[in-house]
């Protein structure tokens, strides 16, 4: 797949699980020729998000500066320069550390958007379509996938470019690449 640079300043890539849209972005990133940081928002609370994130790490390859924060974007944001691409990997997790810690999901999307709009770098922002499939059984699984929807319209919103990636392939929805 050819990615060609960036055309915007804020990109936001989304998809469903597995998609591509990791390696998407990752790409995107390295397209720009400028220093790569990569904003990592899980939390490794268990063995299988160990392997998924060691998979990323190998994925991603060298050359990337890794900042962990899973929920200050206040921490990450200032950090990066104009001569700087940074890649938050992703927003769906972010926004799911934020709903299990029960903080205010409105104030923290208002906090991240601001802080794209004070950001000197590039970003691009991996997130995951989660209403493409049935509704959840249950209150916190349907209050989840309400609260992602609300985030990634926002993102778009503020975005330049959205790319849409799906089986590998991405699909430009707004803007250009």
């Known amino acids: 797949m050819r990615v060609s640079t960036l055309s915007g300043r804020v990109t936001v890539i989304l998809g469903g699980a597995a998609s591509g849209k990791s390696a998407f972005a990752?790409?995107?990133?390295?397209?720009?020729?400028?220093?790569?940081l990569y904003w990592a928002t899980s939390q490794i609370l268990d063995e299988e998000m160990q392997k998924k994130v060691s998979r990323h790490l190998v994925?991603?390859?060298?050359?990337?500066?890794?900042?962990?924060?899973?929920f200050d974007a206040r921490k990450v944001l200032p950090i990066a320069q104009p001569e700087d691409v940074?890649?938050?990997?992703?927003?769906?997790m972010w926004l799911t550390n934020h709903l299990l810690a029960d903080h205010d999901l409105q104030k923290q999307t208002e906090a991240l958007l601001s802080g794209f709009d004070n950001c000197a770098a590039d970003i691009v922002v991996v997130t995951n379509e989660t209403g493409l499939g049935i509704v959840p059984e249950n209150a916190l699984a349907r209050r989840f996938r309400e609260a992602q929807g609300r985030l990634n319209i926002a993102l778009a919103a503020r975005a330049d470019c959205v790319v849409m990636v799906a089986a590998g392939l991405p699909m430009v929805l707004k803007g250009a690449l």
């Not at 940074?86 to 769906?92: K, R």
């Open 26 to 36: 990752e790409q995107t990133c390295v397209s720009t020729g400028k220093n790569r």
């Open 59 to 70: 994925q991603r390859g060298g050359g990337w500066t890794t900042l962990e924060e899973p």
């Open 86 to 92: 940074l890649l938050m990997d992703c927003a769906t």
